[in-house]
């Protein structure tokens, strides 16, 4: 594959959509061919899968469940969208992909690391990110933001993860720290509770700094 991968992670409110996109315009302005995804979703049949995930009840799956749906979905986008665009070259950049399953699923929701490893392995083999970027704000800042973003006059449908308590978001960012503390060569933390602005410009140098190809 010649392209490059690039995943966004955080917990609720951390602004990977927008930095997402801002790095993506950048790239595109140095002529690169860049695809935006998320997950889950970024096929049709890890929308479809989506949609269970993220509307109804808090309780309405366990740690388990909940992991199998992300990673049958997570291999219709990789199969559908991801691995074709890789190999044609593009600059692949998704809204969440497996580390937010470990977050999520296993640090929020208890699921055994060892098995949630193993479906990676099946579902994905040896594909990884080349940088992932893991967006981190304190919890209450993240959280309040979302409200914003979902709020008046009615709470968007998507709000699923996001009504599950102070508690377990706390495990989130625990979570993904301890990822990115781990994987130091794969994963950087970003300030995310600064100002767009300055959290784009820490991204972009970030981003020279790991894959200076990008900007060749």
Not at 93 to 99: G, I, T, V, W
Not at 107 to 114: N, S, T
Not at 137 to 159: H, I, K, M, S, T
Not at 195 to 214: F, I, M, N, S, Y
């Amino acid at each position: 594959m010649t392209g490059r991968f690039i995943t966004f992670e955080g917990g609720e409110g951390a602004g990977k959509t927008t930095q997402l996109r801002l790095l993506a315009e950048a790239l595109e302005a140095r002529g690169r061919t860049v695809l935006m995804t998320r997950e889950p979703g970024g096929s049709a049949g890890a929308e479809a899968i989506r949609a269970l995930l993220v509307t109804g009840d808090t309780g309405r799956w366990d740690g388990m469940t909940e992991a199998l749906l992300h990673y049958a979905a997570r291999r219709d986008h990789l199969r559908c969208t991801i691995l074709p665009a890789l190999q044609a070259g593009a600059w692949v950049l998704c809204d969440r992909f497996n580390d937010s399953t470990i977050a999520y699923q296993g640090f929020g929701h208890g699921a055994a690391r060892a098995d949630l490893d193993t479906l990676y392995r099946l579902v994905a083999g040896d594909v990884k990110p080349d940088l992932t970027l893991i967006l981190d704000l304190p919890v209450d800042v993240g959280l309040a933001r979302a409200g914003v973003r979902n709020g008046a006059p009615a709470p968007a449908a998507e709000d699923r993860y996001e009504r599950m308590g102070e508690a377990f978001h706390e495990r989130l960012r625990h979570g993904f720290l301890s990822i990115a503390a781990a994987e130091p060569d794969r994963c950087a933390v970003i300030d995310a509770s600064a100002d767009p602005q300055a959290v784009h410009d820490a991204v972009l140098a970030t981003t020279r700094g790991r894959l200076p190809e990008a900007w060749a």
